[in-house]
């Protein structure tokens, strides 16, 4: 990427994966909605090709299914699972071994290589856990967008750590993934939970409801805090195939999820950003919802978002087609910095910010005239060419840390002072950067 020489582009690359993988429940092509407990149908096949199997036959064919996976108790017990939800097509057969059942439901999963074509659109947040870590340093979680076959997204974590002195560290991930078992579902409201001694990185949010079976996009995460506690949320989008919603996911320790649709006219568009505290005493959020400016909107609730008033429009070259942010305000002492992006000619997406008054955040004090982040010429190309697009930065004592995603195919992270940003900003100083050669 082309970046404003006051960045400090860290040489720290999130690629796509293949070798990722997740199970998930494999039906068959003419498998309706619910199975059917008939003869006639394919599953029902299956089935009975597994009854014929003897004892001894059926251990062969588990231990060699097996033999592909490092963790085979964990295995055995996500087959056992997949037999359980089909528990009513079992009725129409005799009885079953628990070596056929775990072999039957084998049968009925398949490996999902989650984020095979693209890992992008990270966002940054402190992580609950800071024991261990070094004095003035930050341990954080950066939530990313996969995208595996099919085109589908879902949301996956890695974890890391910034010293004091801005070096950066990103762990390895496990390359076995899990997913959470889904443990309330009222309505639009699912409650997820994943194993209490799974790693961050195994656990993988994929969609679970209609309004989200292509994809869980561009999650928007910020630390939030109310009463002294924080709760970390995530605005995100929910895609169907054929509409979209804004969708809220909440969780305290990254490993119990609550996911609720969001409410309101605001909420049928996506790219909301929720402040880390309320204003005034409401939940306040920058949005998007005219397709081209972004707007601050309050709601008393955090689920019903009604229109609001419109901060920023297109004003320079690089941002004429439409603006966007680029995750949660960062609440500085000057003022609530807000990284923004703006689509410019050939659809060019650059990244730039803004710096919004403390106590009325509707007001502009500071802009970038000229793009911050952008596309260079050398690494343009991917998934989507010419695009550089961030989900949420963090602040780590007097630095900022932009993670961001380069042509909708992978992942990497930069740093910048609070000061010279707030300085570029606030005097104009940033009009004045050489354009890099």
């Known amino acids: 990427m082309e970046n404003n ?3 400090n582009r860290h040489a720290l690359y999130l690629r796509p994966d293949p070798s990722r993988v997740i199970v998930r429940p494999f039906r068959l092509a003419a498998e309706p909605r619910e199975f059917n407990p008939t003869d006639k149908t394919r599953i ?25 996976f490092d963790h085979h108790d964990y295995m055995l017990g996500v087959f056992e699972q997949r037999a359980s939800d089909m528990e009513h097509v079992f009725a129409s057969h005799a009885s079953f071994s628990l070596v056929q059942r775990q072999l039957i439901g084998a049968y009925f999963l398949h490996e999902y ?8 659109n990270p966002s940054i947040v402190p992580h609950p856990d800071q024991s261990g870590v070094a004095p003035g340093g930050l341990r954080f979680i950066l939530s990313l967008r996969a995208v595996g076959e099919g085109h589908v997204s879902s949301l996956t974590f890695r974890c890391g750590t910034i010293s004091q002195e801005g070096m950066l560290a990103i762990e ?56 002294g506690r924080t709760a970390y949320y995530a605005t995100y989008t929910a895609y169907s195939g054929r509409k979209i919603r804004s969708e809220l996911l909440e969780t305290r320790d990254f490993r119990s999820f609550r996911l609720i649709a969001l409410r309101g006219p605001a909420a049928d568009s996506k790219g909301m950003a929720l402040f880390p505290r309320k204003i ?60 923004t992006h703006g689509v410019g000619p050939v659809r060019h997406y650059s990244i ?3 710096l919004l008054d403390k106590d009325d955040p509707s007001r502009v004090i500071g802009r970038s005239r000229v793009p911050l982040v952008r596309p ?62």
């Not at 096949?45 to 059926?58: C, F, M, P, Y």
């Not at 699912?190 to 409801?209: C, G, H, K, N, W």
């Not at 955090?302 to 004429?320: A, Q, V």
């Not at 942010?325 to 609440?331: F, L, R, V």
């Open 5 to 7: 020489p006051f960045f």
């Open 44 to 68: 029902n096949h299956v089935i009975k090709h597994v009854l014929t199997l003897d004892e001894a036959e059926g251990e062969t064919v588990l231990a060699s299914i097996l033999s592909n």
């Open 113 to 120: 290589s989650f984020e095979a074509a693209a890992l992008f």
């Open 172 to 227: 390895p991930p496990m390359r076995f993934a899990s997913l959470p078992k889904v443990t309330s579902r009222v309505g639009d409201r699912i409650e997820l939970t994943f194993a209490a001694d799974s790693d961050i990185t195994e656990r993988v949010i994929f969609p679970v409801t209609e309004a989200q079976i292509n994809g869980i996009e561009d999650a928007r995460f910020v630390a939030f805090v109310d009463e």
């Open 280 to 339: 005034g005493g409401r939940y306040a959020m920058i949005a998007r919802h005219d397709h081209e400016s972004l707007h601050l909107i309050y709601s008393d609730d955090l689920l019903e978002w009604d229109l609001g008033t419109p901060i920023l429009s297109p004003e320079f070259p690089w941002e004429f087609i439409q603006i966007g942010n680029c995750g949660s305000p960062i609440e500085l002492d000057e003022g609530w910095l807000l990284f």
């Open 352 to 354: 730039g910010a803004v």
């Open 376 to 437: 260079e010429r050398s690494g343009r190309e991917g998934y989507v060419p010419n695009v550089v697009y961030s989900c949420g930065a963090m602040k780590s004592g007097d630095l900022i840390v932009l993670p961001y995603a380069i042509s909708d195919t992978f992942s990497t992270l930069a740093t910048v002072k609070i000061t010279t940003l707030v300085a570029l900003l606030t005097q104009g100083d940033v009009s004045k950067t050489p354009e890099p050669s």
